[in-house]
């Protein structure tokens, strides 16, 4: 439907054992099969869609919570692995199609950054796609450093995907709404991720690794309509002590990019592209959750300078990802 490169970026598939409990997947196999095979799917019925879209290449990443969900942490550094070598495959078969982000069991911090390494250096992946916290861990963990190290010194970007909400939060602020699904991709999602790079950004950890590339998706989870406040207030009501060097929103800036993953609203798209800058949006799906023609279409017809579009639709992602993805 257009002519211009189309490059995905937040685009999900299913794989067991690591997807066994899902319970979207579960729930989409009760009550929307089409949509339950698009998510195991990694060939025909994944292409036909990207096709009718005229997306190019899907970087493919597995479906919240994956393996972040087990409570046997040994195991999950197992499937993480075994998920990567299996993800890799499907990378070596349709080599100009898909890309893949590694799968990481942050469980084990140590574990996590080993795996980057390997998936990234060993196996051709581009990157990680982190879910959120792991059972109430955040990533401003110290123990995370190393994986974040590893992830500057090999260019390597970790997109940071929601999940669900902290229990704590979830217990005091979203469970009587929870069957409304105040806790999901209306709200909780939003705030939870939103406030996750907060922590990492407050933490110092961009003064720490300047050089590290992070992606958040859905129009940047809020965190545009709010940068103004946020670097406003940043500091006040604590003990006055200014522990990064710049303000909140530069590193937004300078450490993010956002992606338009299930978020095709003009009005927030625009607010995203004024705080963040060209150079800084990417287009994604959030597929098979959201539907790759309606973000093609959005994409395609949103009014902006012919420049603005093609950055936006793939030369941002060429850039950010270089020679890991095929030139297109
Ligand atoms: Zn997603």
């Not at 590893?150 to 704590?168: E, G, S």
Request: hydrophobic fraction near 40%.
């Amino acid at each position: 439907m257009t002519a211009t490169v189309l490059i995905a970026l937040e685009e999900h598939y299913a794989w067991n054992p690591a997807s066994d409990d899902n319970v979207v997947a579960q729930w989409l196999l009760s009550n929307n099969k089409a949509g339950y095979d698009r998510l195991y799917d990694r060939g025909p019925l994944r292409l036909e869609q990207m096709d009718a879209a005229g997306i190019d290449f899907q970087i493919l990443s597995l479906f919240d919570p994956g393996v972040q969900a087990m409570t046997d942490t040994a195991l999950a550094v197992d499937y993480a692995r075994r998920a990567n070598d299996n993800l890799a495959e499907t990378v070596r078969e349709y080599p100009r199609r898909f890309g893949g982000f590694a799968t990481l069991a942050t469980q084990d911090p140590a574990a996590a950054a080993a795996e980057l390494e390997r998936a990234v250096t060993e196996l051709g992946l581009v990157g990680a796609l982190i879910n959120g916290h792991v059972h109430g861990r955040y990533l401003d963990d110290p123990a995370y450093e190393l994986l974040f190290e590893v992830a500057q010194d090999l260019n390597a970007p970790i997109y940071l995907h929601p999940t669900t909400p902290h229990p704590a939060v979830m217990d005091a602020w979203l469970a009587p709404y929870a069957r409304d699904g105040l806790h999901l991709a209306s709200w909780g999602f939003a705030v939870e991720t939103g406030t996750h790079v907060l922590r990492l950004i407050y933490s110092g950890l961009f003064d720490k690794f300047p050089r590290l590339q992070m992606i958040i998706g859905h129009l940047g989870e809020l965190l545009p309509y709010t940068a103004y406040r946020t670097d406003r207030y940043y500091g006040l009501g604590g003990d006055g002590v200014k522990r990064i060097e710049k303000l909140p929103s530069d590193y937004l800036r300078r450490n993010f990019h956002i992606t338009t993953s299930g978020n095709f609203d003009p009005k927030a798209f625009a607010c995203a592209l004024d705080v963040m800058g060209s150079d800084r949006l990417m287009f994604s799906v959030d597929y098979p959750m959201d539907d790759s023609l309606t973000g093609a279409e959005f994409l395609a017809q949103y009014p902006m300078d012919e420049r603005t579009r093609r950055m936006v639709a793939s030369e941002n992602a060429a850039r950010l990802f270089g020679d890991r993805i095929p030139e297109l």
